[in-house]
Every structure is written in structure tokens, then in C-alpha cells.
């Protein structure tokens, strides 16, 4: 009976063993599948809401809402497309963005080159650029949606709080639009 147990726990031992040399490959964390150099593949709207009148409006509800908004001077169709059409102004087609080691990126577009710095927060769920651009953010702030070594899907998020009007060339919103949010979402292919 010694025999058989003493047997049984040097399989128990080896077999430990064995599954422990076979675990010491790390999986790369989120920070090392980021490194290197992503080209832009779609973008799209997710969403938005804006209140228009006290009305808060979701994209969802466009429709159901544009004829109660008729006489607010909003017209609800052209505000839906250009959204849209925004998400191609914020990271044009043939779009590359590069993050090094250091924490250095580089943004390349039809536009030109930004270049500056990046980070990961401490959970490596939201990728922040530190960056000035048209609409007067210092930041940007893209929350990985879902990332492998070959794909990254990013959300973006432009709140009216965090925009800079003026630098737009507007001193105020038209006074029907009291608030806004609008979500993008942003596809890359690892180069």
C-alpha cells in the first residue's frame, strides 16, 4: 500500500512539474501588443446623444424625433451625416500610428506628422495621447475595445465639456444644442 501511494504522489509530483515548465511562457500583456506601427481600417459613428431643446436625443431615436424638432432650426439628417463624416476627419484613410518603447508616438496621415508621447492606463483598457489638435484637447483618450497582435478596435469619446469651441471657430454652440456626446469607434491593423 506504501508503494502505491509513494508511487502516486511522485506522479503527482512530475505531473506538477510538467504543467508548471509548460506555463512559464507569459502571455504578452496589452502594453507589448501595442508597440509598433497600426494603419487605420475603418471608423465609424457608435453613438451620440445630444439635447436639443431639453430633448436628449440618441442616434437610435433620430428618426422619432426630427419632426418634433422641425421648427428648432436643427436639421437632424445633416447633423447625423456629418458625425458620420467626422470619423474620417479624426483619423483619415491611410492613417499610421507607431507607439515605441519609450513612449513616443508617431501619427502619420495625409494631413502630415504629429509626433508625442503615450501611455497605458494602470488596468491597459484606455491608451492616452498627449496631443494638440483642432478641437483644443490636450489628451486623447481611446479605450481599447479589444486588441490581438494583429487588430486593435479603439473607442473614442468627444464630450462638448471637452472641446474647445472657439479653437473650432465657434464662440458657442447654436443655442437648440445644449449638450452633446458623440462615441466613434476606430479599427487598426498592425503593420
Same mark, same amino acid.
Given at each position: 500500500m506504501k508503494s502505491i501511494i509513494s508511487k502516486l504522489n511522485y506522479l503527482f509530483v512530475s505531473l506538477f512539474l510538467l504543467l508548471a515548465?509548460?506555463?512559464?511562457?507569459?502571455?504578452?500583456?496589452?502594453?507589448?501588443?501595442?508597440?509598433?506601427?497600426? @494603419?487605420?481600417?475603418?471608423?465609424?459613428? *457608435?453613438?451620440?446623444?445630444?439635447?436639443? %431643446? $431639453?430633448? !436628449? =436625443? @440618441?442616434?437610435?431615436?433620430?428618426?422619432? *424625433?426630427?419632426?418634433?424638432?422641425?421648427? %428648432? $432650426?436643427? !436639421? =437632424?439628417?445633416?447633423?447625423?451625416?456629418?458625425?458620420?463624416?467626422?470619423?474620417?476627419?479624426?483619423?483619415?484613410?491611410?492613417?499610421?500610428?507607431?507607439?515605441?518603447?519609450?513612449?513616443?508616438?508617431?501619427?502619420s496621415s495625409s494631413d502630415g506628422t504629429d509626433t508625442g508621447t503615450w501611455s497605458l492606463s494602470d488596468n491597459e483598457?484606455?491608451?492616452?495621447?498627449?496631443?494638440?489638435?483642432?478641437?483644443?484637447l490636450n489628451q486623447l483618450n481611446l479605450t481599447i475595445e479589444s486588441l490581438t497582435n494583429q487588430e486593435v478596435s479603439l473607442l473614442f469619446t468627444i464630450r462638448q465639456a471637452d472641446v474647445d469651441l472657439q479653437s473650432l471657430g465657434l464662440d458657442e454652440l447654436p443655442s437648440q444644442i445644449e449638450d452633446f456626446t458623440i462615441d466613434y469607434r476606430f479599427r487598426f491593423n498592425k503593420q
Open positions: 515548465a509548460c506555463t512559464d511562457e507569459e502571455d504578452p500583456n496589452r502594453r507589448d501588443l501595442l508597440l509598433g506601427t497600426w @494603419e487605420i481600417q475603418s471608423g465609424e459613428l *457608435v453613438n451620440y446623444s445630444v439635447r436639443v %431643446s $431639453g430633448i !436628449d =436625443i @440618441e442616434r437610435s431615436q433620430i428618426q422619432t *424625433v426630427a419632426p418634433l424638432l422641425a421648427g %428648432s $432650426g436643427v !436639421d =437632424i439628417d445633416e447633423l447625423d451625416q456629418g458625425l458620420e463624416d467626422a470619423a474620417g476627419v479624426v483619423f483619415p484613410a491611410g492613417t499610421t500610428v507607431s507607439f515605441a518603447e519609450n513612449n513616443d508616438y508617431t501619427f483598457e484606455t491608451i492616452s495621447l498627449d496631443v494638440a489638435n483642432e478641437l483644443g
